[in-house]
C-alpha cells in the first residue's frame, strides 16, 4: 500500500521550519545574570583550569563524553555515489539523529571537503580534543581503510567506520543463529561473497574472526572472482583473494555453497543458483534497494532456506541500526580509547543471543505478531525492540574494560542498566511502536474537514507512511483546489460532499438509519435526513454502518459541535456509563496520560471510577502497565474536604472493582512524582517504587489547565484529545492542531479501529467494497 515518497515531501521536511534536522540545547539553567555568570566569563574559567591541570577532567566538566562527530567527504553517500561534503549533510544529520534517539548519544555532523586520505586523517586528528568518539561515514573503499586504520592508531578515543563494521556486526549474529538452526559449523561452511567493497570485505574479516576458514571462501567482484593474480584489487581485498586464479562464475561457485553474502548489486542471483547450493543453505542478500535475489523468489525457490536482507519489508533485515548507537554507548560509558575486535565480537555475540531469549509484548505488538520467536524468520533481534540498549551496550562495555581499552571502568552493572534504560524514555519507542502497529492492518479513516490545507497535508502523509485510506469529506472542487495549489497528489483518494445531489440516496438511507436511533428523542424524519448533509454526521454514519472505520473531526469547529454527532449516531459502549477524554504527553520522562481533559466538568466519585477504568484499559492497549495517580490538592486524607474525599472515595471503588490495578490517592501531583517524599512519608502507598504514567484529575478544569500548561510551557509533545468509552472510533482533533499532531492521532484512531473491529478490513476487502468503488473513481495503488 505505502507509496514511494515524493520529492516535495522529502524536501518540504527538511525545510520546514528550522532548516535541517538537528539543534543543539543547553543542558544548564541559562536565564539570570548569575547563570551567564556560571556558564561563560568569569565562571567558565574554574572548570578550564581544573582541565589544565589534569585534562581527564575534560570528561567531568564538558559534554565531550558523551558526543560523537559523525565525519565524511561525501565520497560514498548511500547509493547516491560520490556527491560532495555539502550533499551529503542531510545524510550525516540523519546519522546524529539516530544516534540521539536509540542511544541518547549527542552528534556534530562534520562534512569535510577533503578527498586525499593523508590530509583527511589529519583533519580528524586535530579534531580528537572535541569529541569522545568518531563515527566515519561514506567514505569511499579503498581509501576508507586506509583512514580508520590511521585513526585507529593515532587517537585516543573510539573510531568506527559504520560502513565497514555495521553490517558486519550485524549480520555475524544473524549468521551464527542461522548455522545453529541449519545445523551447520562454520568452521567448515562454505562461503560465497558477492561484493568487494568496504562493507563486504568487513563482514568477511568479521567472520573469519569468528571461525570461517579462508580457503573455503570465494569472493567476487563487478570484475569476477577474486583472486591474488589481479592487479586491480586494494590492500584488504588483496589479503582475502583466493591465492590462485580460477575459471569459476557466480553460479559455478554457488553450486553446493553453505552461505551466500551479497553486498553488490541487486537480481544478480537466480533460484536455479539458489537450489545447487548445499542442504540448508543461508542466503544474505543484503543490496539495497534491491537485493541479489529478491525474497519470495528465493524462498520458493527450497524450504530448508534461510534468507536475510537489508529490507524492513521481509523477515531478517539487518539493519546497521541495531549496532552503532548501542556500541557506541558502551564505548563512551566506559571511556574506551578504541572500538576493538574484541568489542565488536562482544557485540555481535550479545545480538546473536538476544534474538534466542523470549521478545517483550512491545516487539510483538510493533510488527503486529502473537509470539515472536527464535526460528528462521527471527535471526536477528527488530530494530523496535527496547532491550537493545540494555543488552549491547553493557556487552560492550564489559568487553572494552576486559580487553584493557577502558579508562573507567562500570562498578555496578545492574544500576548501569537502569541508567540506560531511564535515558530514552518510552516516548519515541512508543510512537515507532504505534506506526508499525498502524501499518500492520491499514484502516478506512474518514476526515471531515478535507477542505482545509492541513487536513490534506495529513491525509496524504497517513497514505504514505501506510498507516490508512483517507476518505475525504468536503466541497470537491475546493478540495481539488487546494490541492493543485499545494502540489497535494489526491489520486484516487474518494471525496465525498454530502450536500451534493450525487449523495441523496445515501443522505436518505442514512437518515432513516438515524432516525430510528432517536425518534423519541425529539428527532423527526425530515430532520434526520436533512443532519445527513452535516459532514460529522454524515462521517459518524460511515463509521456506524462500516462502510468507513473510524473517523477524526474537529480541527476547525467547536469540541461539542463535533462531538455531539458521533454521541449520537454510536453512542457509548455497553460497560461506560460515560465518555471522557485523554490526552497522551510525550515527556522526558516517558509518556504520561491525562483524563479527563476535555469532557466532564464535576464528575461524581461513581464517574470518576469509570473514567480511571477507560483510561487503565486504554493505557493497555498501549501496551504499558498503568500506574495511576489520582490527583486533589491533598494527600492520603490530610483534607477533610469534600474535593479530597471526592478522590479518595473513587480510588476505593476503583480498588473494589480492580484490585490488581496500581492506583492511588488522593495524592498531590508532585508528591506522585517524587520517589523520596512518598518513601519517607507515605511508604503504605502503592506508588512507592512506581513510574506513575497516568494522572486522573477531580474535575475538568484542573485536567485541562494542567495539559495546557504541561504542553506549552514544559514542551512536551501532545496526542489526542482521545475519546474513551464510544462503541466505535471517532476522535476529535484539538482546535488548529499541526500536521505531525493530526498524523499521531489518524494512528490512534487505526489503531482503535484494529480493537474495536472484529470484521477487520483487509486491503483486498477495501478494493471489492461496493462504496468504496463507487467513490474511488481513479483506481488506487494498493
Known amino acids: 500500500m505505502q507509496k514511494k515518497l515524493g520529492r516535495e515531501q522529502a524536501l518540504e521536511y527538511h525545510a520546514m521550519g528550522r532548516p535541517g534536522k538537528i539543534e543543539v540545547i543547553p543542558t544548564k539553567e541559562a536565564k539570570t545574570q548569575r547563570d551567564l555568570s556560571l556558564a561563560y566569563s568569569p565562571g567558565v574559567a574554574e572548570p578550564c583550569l581544573e582541565i589544565k591541570k589534569n585534562v581527564e577532567n575534560v570528561y567531568k566538566y564538558t559534554a565531550k ?6 565525519i565524511s567527504n561525501g565520497t560514498a553517500v548511500l547509493g547516491l555515489g560520490d556527491i560532495g561534503p555539502e550533499a551529503g549533510k542531510p545524510v550525516m544529520e540523519g546519522k546524529g539523529v539516530l544516534f540521539k534517539i536509540f542511544a541518547d548519544i549527542d552528534v556534530f555532523d562534520i562534512e569535510i571537503n577533503e578527498k586525499d586520505p593523508e590530509k583527511f586523517v589529519q583533519i580528524v586528528k586535530a579534531l580528537e580534543p572535541t569529541f569522545g568518539g568518531i563515527n566515519l561515514e561514506d567514505i569511499k573503499a ?11 592508531k593515532q587517537l585516543a578515543i573510539p573510531v568506527m567506520h559504520d560502513d565497514q563494521h555495521g553490517t558486519a556486526i550485524i549480520s555475524a549474529a544473524a549468521l551464527l543463529n542461522a548455522l545453529e538452526l541449519q545445523k551447520k559449523k562454520i568452521e567448515k561452511a562454505r562461503f560465497v561473497v558477492s561484493g568487494a567493497g568496504a562493507a563486504a570485505l568487513s563482514c568477511l574479516k568479521l567472520y573469519l574472526a569468528l571461525g570461517a576458514k579462508l580457503e573455503n571462501v570465494m569472493i567476487f567482484d563487478v570484475n569476477g572472482f577474486v583472486h591474488a593474480e589481479r592487479t586491480d584489487l586494494g590492500e584488504t581485498a588483496r589479503e582475502l583473494a583466493s591465492p590462485k586464479k580460477r575459471d569459476i562464475n557466480l553460479a559455478g561457485a554457488m553450486k553446493d555453497a553453505d552461505v551466500f553474502i551479497g553486498l553488490s548489486a541487486g537480481n544478480i542471483v537466480t533460484a536455479e543458483m539458489v537450489k545447487s547450493m548445499a542442504k540448508n543453505p543461508i542466503v544474505f542478500a543484503m543490496a539495497n534497494p534491491t537485493p541479489e535475489i529478491d525474497y519470495e523468489i528465493a524462498i520458493a525457490s527450497r524450504k530448508d532456506i534461510i534468507m536475510a536482507t537489508g529490507r524492513s519489508d521481509y523477515p531478517n533485515q539487518v539493519n546497521n541500526v541495531l549496532g552503532f548507537p548501542y556500541i557506541f554507548r558502551g564505548a563512551l560509558d566506559v571511556r574506551a580509547s578504541a572500538i576493538n575486535e574484541e568489542m565488536k565480537l562482544a557485540a555481535v555475540h550479545a545480538l546473536a543471543e538476544m534474538a534466542r531469549k523470549p521478545v517483550p509484548d512491545i516487539v510483538n505488538l510493533a510488527y503486529n505478531e502473537k509470539n515472536i520467536a527464535f526460528g528462521p524468520d527471527y535471526i536477528i533481534p527488530k530494530p523496535l525492540d527496547p532491550r537493545l540498549l540494555e543488552t549491547v551496550a553493557p556487552a560492550v562495555a564489559k568487553a572494552a574494560i576486559e580487553s584493557g581499552v577502558a579508562k573507567s571502568p562500570i562498578q555496578d552493572w545492574d544500576a548501569y542498566k537502569v541508567e540506560l534504560n531511564k535515558r530514552l524514555g518510552l516516548d519515541n519507542q512508543l510512537m515507532r511502536v504505534l506506526g508499525s502497529k498502524a501499518r500492520s492492518q491499514p484502516k478506512r479513516l474518514v476526515f471531515t474537514e478535507a477542505d482545509n490545507l492541513k487536513i490534506l497535508k495529513a491525509a496524504q502523509l497517513v497514505f504514505e507512511e501506510g498507516v490508512a485510506y483517507p476518505i475525504l469529506l468536503g466541497d470537491e472542487k475546493k478540495i481539488h483546489q487546494l490541492a493543485e495549489e499545494n502540489q497535494i497528489d489526491l489520486e484516487g483518494f474518494p471525496i465525498i460532499d454530502p450536500k451534493d445531489k450525487e449523495f441523496n440516496e445515501k443522505r436518505i438511507q442514512y437518515g432513516e438509519i438515524f432516525f430510528k436511533k432517536r425518534q423519541r428523542k425529539g428527532v423527526s424524519k425530515y430532520e434526520s435526513i436533512k443532519m445527513m448533509r452535516d459532514r460529522n454526521y454524515f462521517g459518524s454514519m460511515m463509521v456506524e454502518t462500516g462502510e468507513a472505520d473510524a473517523m477524526l473531526s474537529g480541527l476547525t469547529r467547536n469540541y461539542a459541535d463535533a462531538i455531539r454527532p458521533a454521541l449520537q449516531v454510536i453512542g457509548k459502549e ?23 481533559t476535555t469532557v466532564n466538568f464535576n464528575p461524581t466519585a461513581e464517574e470518576l471510577a469509570d473514567i480511571t477504568l477507560m483510561v487503565a484499559k486504554e493505557v493497555r492497549n498501549f501496551n504499558l502497565t498503568p500506574k495511576i495517580a489520582m490527583l486533589s490538592y491533598s494527600n492520603f486524607g490530610s483534607s477533610a474536604s469534600p474535593e479530597a474525599q471526592l478522590m479518595a472515595k473513587a480510588r476505593a471503588i476503583v480498588k473494589e472493582r480492580n484490585p490488581s490495578l496500581i492506583v492511588d490517592g488522593e495524592v498531590q501531583a508532585n508528591i506522585a512524582f517524587n520517589q523520596d517524599i512518598l518513601k519517607d512519608n507515605y511508604p503504605f502507598s502503592e506508588l512507592v517504587g512506581q513510574d506513575v504514567n497516568t494522572l486522573i484529575f477531580p474535575n475538568l478544569a484542573a485536567g485541562n489547565i494542567a495539559y495546557n500548561i504541561l504542553k506549552e510551557v514544559g514542551g512536551a509533545d501532545a496526542i489526542g484529545p482521545i475519546l474513551l468509552g464510544l462503541k466505535k472510533p471517532v476522535h476529535i482533533l484539538q482546535l488548529g492542531s499541526s500536521v505531525r499532531s493530526i498524523f499521531n492521532m489518524a494512528l490512534v484512531a487505526v489503531i482503535s479501529a484494529q480493537q474495536k473491529c472484529k470484521n477487520i478490513s483487509t486491503e483486498e476487502e477495501v478494493k471489492k467494497s461496493p462504496w468504496w468503488k463507487k467513490f474511488n473513481k481513479v483506481a488506487r495503488e494498493i
Do not use: H, W
Open 65 to 70: 563524553g558523551n558526543l560523537v562527530a559523525v
Open 574 to 596: 455497553d460497560s461506560a456509563q460515560k465518555i471522557a477524554g485523554m490526552y497522551l504527553l510525550l515527556t522526558k520522562k516517558g509518556p504520561l496520560f491525562m483524563a479527563d
Open 142 to 152: 579503498p581509501e576508507c581503510f586506509y583512514i580508520e586504520k590511521e585513526l585507529r
